[in-house]
């Protein structure tokens, strides 16, 4: 009797191991997020808004309950934590992003512990960046990529005519989002996040003459070789066309091979001029992991911001100037897929995400569609083309959720709204072919 009550014993135990091992929240460390609105704002804490944690590797999801509380249970590690909400109000569409890097999640956390978000307000813009393309092409006989063929797309997003005077080009500091970043504090944070303002590298670039982009229609700007360069690489961009735009001035950028005379279809007026103020015959952006914005000076000229705006030489080799986040209208952060070392360089007001890139493989960022908002415009119904398949997830890379292939559905005459959420991880995906190629 005695070794049936043993046995008994052991198996109770055994089962009672087993079912403790099988626990999968066994390791876990409850984490809460309370997001916090601006002072001021005409709105605050609500349900259902998603949270992020994204250890690098993997992305917990979580959404918040009425109070604004998001709950999680996670690994020991390193996270950073992101949201984005979207409201509106009289016509016009507020934005509120929050990221925070370096959360770390000990064994010793306790559970009763909260980290606080705080949330920055943004408008939605009218011009958008659509699509950036910098990385290279392949070159047809397969030696490598042609990376002197790079241009971006600006979209108007809504149903009036966008104004582009004085609109301006910029690159944020540093150039790739792996390098070295001595604008991070000791608290994991940008410096300038909370004092208003972005780093410029180097120079702008911005419209000579007044320019229009009419509605849900968009514009060329070639970056560099302006030419028809599918003559010598078949897989490139052919830029000979009358209505683009290029960036060309040779008295400040004279890099021979970035910038090769115009094609003569292109007007002067649509030469791009810069404004120089760092070093090097050549604007850099990023082919690897761009950072690029656009701003529109309030109250001063490109040339006067340029001349007169405060340096920053905190990266030494980096000069920059200090553009004020409220003058921004648009921007877009890349990292380099499959490298750890990623940082961000805009902050939440302009972009509270990144999306990732591939060098040399003909790859382009782009934008995703807004599915309601494009199919609710009237006229759209059958001419919208859905199963979009020119996404990049075999690679790790993303594809656009809406499944509509924005390119198709413009040229089946549909006019197209694409998302608007200062947040890149949401708002664009990797595409495997740029859209001007043609081949």
Not at 30 to 51: H, M, T
Not at 384 to 413: C, F, H, M, R, W
Request: glycine residues 8%; neutral net charge.
């Amino acid at each position: 009797m005695k070794k049936v009550l043993y046995l008994m014993l052991c198996v109770t135990v055994l089962a009672y191991s087993c079912k403790k091992n099988d626990d999968p929240n066994a390791g876990l460390r409850e984490v809460k997020v309370q997001l916090a609105y601006p002072a001021g704002s005409s709105f605050g804490v609500a349900a259902n808004v998603v949270v992020k944690a994204n250890s690098g590797t993997v992305v917990y999801e979580d959404s918040t309950d009425a109070n604004g509380l998001a709950s999680f249970k996670l690994p020991v590690g390193i996270y950073e934590l992101s949201a984005t909400d979207n409201r509106s109000e009289g016509g016009t569409s507020y934005l509120y992003n929050g990221v925070k890097s370096g959360v770390t999640v000990t064994g010793s956390w306790i559970s009763t512990d909260v980290v606080t978000l705080t949330l920055t307000e943004s408008k939605a813009s009218q011009v958008v960046i659509k699509e950036v393309f910098v990385g290279g092409t392949p070159k047809d006989d397969g030696s490598g990529a042609f990376i002197y063929d790079r241009y971006v797309l600006l979209y108007n997003n809504s149903a009036t005519p966008a104004n582009l005077d004085d609109l301006c080009f910029a690159t944020v500091a540093p150039y790739n989002a792996n390098a070295s970043n001595a604008y991070y504090g000791t608290d994991g944070e940008l410096t300038y996040k909370t004092q208003g303002w972005v780093p410029a590298a180097q120079g702008i670039w911005y419209f000579q003459t007044a320019v229009t982009i009419e509605p849900y229609k968009q514009i060329v700007v070639a970056l560099t070789n302006a030419v028809n360069n599918t003559t010598t690489y078949s897989k490139s961009i052919n830029f000979d066309n009358p209505n683009y735009y290029c960036m060309y001035d040779i008295d400040d950028f004279s890099h021979a091979a970035t910038y090769a005379s115009p094609a003569a279809s292109i007007p002067t007026s649509h030469y791009l001029k810069s404004e120089k103020y760092g070093t090097g015959t050549a604007w850099t952006l990023s082919t690897t992991s761009p950072g690029l914005f656009i701003f529109s000076p309030q109250g001063t000229t490109p040339a006067a911001f340029a001349a007169n705006a405060t340096l920053t030489d905190v990266l030494g080799a980096y000069t920059s100037k200090k553009v004020p986040v409220e003058w921004v209208v648009d921007g877009v952060d890349a990292y380099l897929l499959n490298n750890t070392g990623n940082k961000k360089r805009l902050t939440p007001t302009i972009d509270a995400g990144y999306v990732y890139h591939l060098n040399n493989q003909g790859y382009s960022i782009y934008r995703n569609v807004d599915k309601a908002a494009t199919e609710a415009i009237p006229g759209n119904a059958g001419k919208i083309v859905y199963n979009y398949q020119l996404g990049t997830v075999s690679i790790g890379g993303t594809t656009d959720p809406s499944g509509i292939d924005a390119e198709a559905s413009i040229k089946n005459g549909a006019k197209v709204v694409y998302k608007d959420s200062n947040n890149s991880t949401n708002d664009f995906h990797m595409r495997s072919k740029a859209s001007l190629r043609t081949n």
